[in-house]
């Protein structure tokens, strides 16, 4: 079957860094997106990995192992403001996104 | 703002009632999509619209029916409802199907109580 696994909540420090983890398994791959999502509102597309490696976006980097079905994203100089769900989710052959549950990341001053 | 908006915000319904989700997108896009979310649940796809044809169906039941009149408009028209339906109801849009292409849109969705 197609999964997608992240942990439920993360507590992190403001300034701090954060790395939030995602394995996947799907039928055929696509790519590997996050998203961001606070509460009440729609989710925000962060990131697109579909090869190998670090993709660095400002504050916010993506990671992605294809051999190990295995992705993160890392928050550096974390800011209340990034108080928010971060969903992954990875695109199978019929180009379906599979969505992991979120991880809720809280931050504390 | 996405570009993608939803109406309304919020729906309280009785299960014998009949109302419809609407959706609108302002990008061009010629996909768009019905999702369903439940608290500490993944995203459920639930129907798929690509030039304006529904490309897919998840299993969802008769209960739910979607009418894409035009590529930039979406409905999710809704009757005899059960309370385990009761979630955030999310429509996004994208360029297409390929993800190189670029990225799913959401509108903010609405949020739905069967009573």
């Known amino acids: 079957g197609q999964n997608i696994d992240q942990p439920t909540e993360m507590t992190a420090t403001e300034g701090a860094i954060v790395q939030i983890n995602c394995t996947y398994q799907?039928?055929?791959?696509?790519?590997l997106f996050w998203y961001q999502q606070h509460a009440g509102e729609a989710p925000t597309f962060l990131s697109y990995?579909?090869l190998d490696g670090l993709e660095e976006k400002g504050r916010f980097s993506s990671f992605l192992s294809r051999s190990k079905g295995y992705s993160y994203l890392l928050l550096k100089e974390l800011q209340m403001k990034d108080s928010a769900s971060y969903l992954c989710?990875?695109?199978?052959?019929?180009?379906?996104?599979?969505w992991g549950a979120g991880t809720k990341l809280i931050i504390k001053p | 703002e996405t570009g993608v908006t939803q109406t309304p915000r919020h729906l309280v319904m009785g299960m014998t009632n009949k109302k419809s989700l609407k959706c609108e997108q302002h990008?061009?896009?010629?996909?768009m999509y019905w999702y369903k979310q439940s608290a500490k649940k993944p995203l459920e796809l639930m129907f798929v619209?690509?030039?304006?044809?529904?490309?897919e169906n998840n299993s969802v039941p008769s209960r739910f029916s979607p009418e894409c009149p035009n590529s930039s408009h979406l409905f999710l028209h809704l009757h005899t409802l059960q309370p385990e339906d009761s979630a955030l109801y999310l429509c996004?849009?994208?360029?297409?199907?390929?993800?190189?292409?670029?990225?799913?849109?959401f509108g903010p969705g609405t949020r739905l109580t069967v009573t």
């Open positions: 989710a990875a695109m199978d052959s019929n180009y379906q996104l599979i």
């Open positions: 799907t039928s055929g791959f696509n790519g």
């Open positions: 990995n579909v």
């Open positions: 619209y690509n030039f304006k044809e529904q490309t």
């Open positions: 990008l061009g896009h010629n996909a």
């Open positions: 996004a849009s994208s360029q297409g199907r390929d993800p190189q292409i670029g990225e799913q849109y």
